[in-house]
């Protein structure tokens, strides 16, 4: 595809088919993550792909309790919506849920796992929540998606196993100064999948020389 479509088009696609993933498009992909800058070019993040069917119900048993915790709070959001803003929410929600009840179903979970050992938090120090280190890992992630995107494969980028990092590090054997970043499912979209997406356009979201200008 043509890489502007490519991103216009990448949707958070939630409802996934189980059907298997070839492995030649699989690999194209993840050889697609690897691609990614790094600070150093280090490259201190690896890509676990969980295809075995227990391991994938167990982390939907982790996941989907702190889906079902999110929802009363994005329906209070939601009520307070204009009716299409709300609609399209409630369509978004609907697709969460299915993926929080599905995620066993889907042929392959990629989990991103970090070293921040050669990963250097500029920000480390100021008193705010420390980000930068992601710069190191999150591109990676993001060729992934594209990679996906390109292949014809539904993606999402979810983070809420993270919450439950120690139960999946001992799950799959991550060692103790390796840690989770974000977990990818894969696979063919039930529905039509990718498509337009709905974002603040540059106008709104750039700034000359000042934030604000």
């Known amino acids: 595809?043509?890489?502007?479509?490519?991103?216009?088009t990448l949707r958070a696609v939630r409802r996934l088919k189980p059907d298997a993933i070839p492995e030649d498009v699989l690999q194209r992909m993840l050889e697609a993550a690897t691609w990614a800058p790094t600070g150093g070019n280090h490259q201190s993040w690896r890509i676990i792909t969980v295809r075995e069917a227990e391991l994938k119900q167990q982390l939907e048993d982790l996941y989907r309790p702190h889906w079902e915790s999110y929802i009363p709070g994005y329906e209070a959001h939601m009520r307070e919506m204009p009716a299409a803003a709300a609609e399209k929410s409630r369509r978004a929600l609907e697709a969460g849920t299915y993926l929080a009840t599905h995620l066993h179903e889907v042929p392959v979970i990629c989990v991103f796992v970090f070293n921040p050992?050669?990963?250097t938090f500029t920000d480390a120090e100021l008193s705010r929540p420390s980000v930068v280190g992601g710069g190191s890992i999150y591109p990676a992630v993001q060729n992934l998606l594209l990679a996906a995107r390109s292949e014809g494969l539904g993606c999402v980028l979810?983070?809420?196993?993270?919450?439950?990092?120690?139960?999946?590090?001992?799950?799959l054997d991550?060692?103790?100064?390796?840690y989770t970043a974000a977990h990818v499912p894969l696979g063919y979209p039930v529905r039509g999948g990718h498509g337009p997406i709905s974002r603040k356009s540059s106008q709104q979201m750039v700034y000359n020389n000042r934030f604000g200008a």
Do not use: R
């Open 1 to 8: 595809m043509d890489l502007y479509a490519t991103m216009s």
């Open 117 to 119: 050992s050669h990963i």
């Open 158 to 171: 979810t983070t809420l196993l993270c919450m439950e990092e120690e139960k999946v590090k001992t799950l």
């Open 174 to 178: 991550i060692p103790q100064d390796w």
